[in-house]
């Protein structure tokens, strides 16, 4: 239903479809279940799409959470929330949050490689893009390369071996600031 209001341009009447749907599944299967994160998922798609991005950040929080307990804190699967709310973060200008977030997620979709380049493409070229707006060019730049070499099929070891060492390198930097 909310699909359907959304295609035509009905989006409040979308939220209420989401919300409803959400508390039907948190009803029936629970408030930790696989369909109320997907529909959690959803509804933070919604806050972002409006710009409402404190709705969107805590949906996204949410969506995170159930599915670290359902699939455990390293699975693949949660990069793209992970990526998401990194990208949130930017829009935000809260850069060291973006970069945690975009990191993780890169790190994840590493894990994950073979079916998740694009992921994994998308999360360096946002953390490039994060890194850029905090006056970081030469990381910026190193972190598109990567991100072109991996859009292009080039994910063999020594590109991982990179990858993993340039965000341990942010990561640290993080910790130091």
């Known amino acids: 239903m909310a699909d359907i209001e959304m295609a035509e341009g009905r989006r409040t009447s979308a939220l209420f479809a989401l919300r409803e749907a959400l508390r039907l ?11 109320a994160a997907v ?6 798609e919604w806050y972002l799409g409006e710009h409402r991005f404190a709705e969107a950040e805590a949906a996204l929080w949410r969506v995170i959470r159930i599915k670290e307990k359902l699939l455990g804190p390293e699975d693949p699967e949660l990069a793209r929330h992970d990526r998401r709310l990194g990208e949130l973060y930017v829009l935000q200008n809260k850069h060291p949050q973006a970069d945690r977030m ?8 590493l894990r994950g490689a073979g079916q998740r380049a694009r992921q994994l493409t998308e999360s360096l070229q946002m953390l490039a893009e994060s890194q850029q707006a905090q006056v970081r060019p ?7 390369q990567l991100a072109e070499r991996v859009d292009k099929g080039r994910l063999k070891a020594d590109v991982r071996k990179d990858i993993l060492e340039t965000i341990q390198w942010l990561a640290a930097y993080l910790d130091r600031g």
Do not use: F, Y
């Open 102 to 109: 975009l990191a993780h997620a890169a790190t994840l979709s």
């Open 39 to 44: 529909c959690q998922d959803k509804v933070a």
């Open 25 to 35: 599944h948190q009803q029936t299967a629970g408030s930790e279940s696989w369909d």
């Open 138 to 144: 030469l990381l910026a730049e190193r972190l598109r």
